[in-house]
């Protein structure tokens, strides 16, 4: 483990998914270990290969694979972590959450862990703005998950607006700001 802690890196179904790859990296400089999470989802946006050559480990995909040696995974990676990380996070991600759908490895982890877990949105404008994804957010936000982002800028859709991914700096920071 790397001297500052291991951020768990949680990489969902968006186009914005290729941004993990420059948080794990500056993650890892700034002294983090990281580990990821690629949902079925995410994985049809970047590499499992991509992940591992940038977090430096093994790549978490499925809770049900076959591990070398027995480990409920889920658990293991839960324990394991300083903080949680989603980035990038869907609507679905983050309502499944908020709703206490725990599904897939990620929700798993994240239900598991006592770790703090930051959350950075990526979506559709319209998407952000709906009235059920607001208060997903705010469910989360008032049982002590953070936010980070959006911003507006230019979008999947062509369009400019609110659902994109907050800059890989300030997701950093707010990392860093979350484990003190």
């Known amino acids: 483990m790397a ?12 186009i914005a998914a290729y941004r993990a ?11 983090f270990s990281t580990q990821a999470i690629l949902t079925a989802d995410g994985s049809r946006f970047i590499t499992e290969v991509t992940l591992r050559t940038l977090t430096g480990n093994r790549v978490m995909t499925d809770m049900f694979g076959s591990p070398e040696e027995w480990d ?23 309502g499944k959450i908020a ?8 929700t798993c982890v994240v239900a598991a862990t006592k770790a703090p877990v930051v959350i950075a949105p990526a979506m559709n404008d319209n998407m952000y703005a709906n009235g059920f994804v607001q208060g ?10 953070m936010f980070v982002g959006p911003e507006k800028g230019r979008l999947a859709c062509g369009r400019s607006g ?14 860093k ?3 003190g």
């Not at 001297?3 to 968006?14: A, C, E, N």
């Open 162 to 175: 609110m659902g994109h991914i907050a800059a890989t700096a300030d997701i950093v920071s707010a990392v």
């Open 21 to 31: 790859c420059d948080i794990a990296s500056a993650l890892r400089k700034d002294g």
């Open 177 to 179: 700001r979350t484990l």
């Open 3 to 14: 001297k500052r802690g291991t951020v768990v890196i949680g990489v969902t179904g968006s």
């Open 99 to 106: 709703s206490g759908i725990f599904d897939d490895l990620l």
């Open 72 to 94: 409920p995974m889920h658990v293991s990676l839960a324990d394991s972590a300083s903080c949680v990380l989603i980035a990038p996070a869907t609507a679905n991600i983050i």
């Open 136 to 145: 997903n957010i705010a469910r989360l936000k008032k049982a002590g998950y």
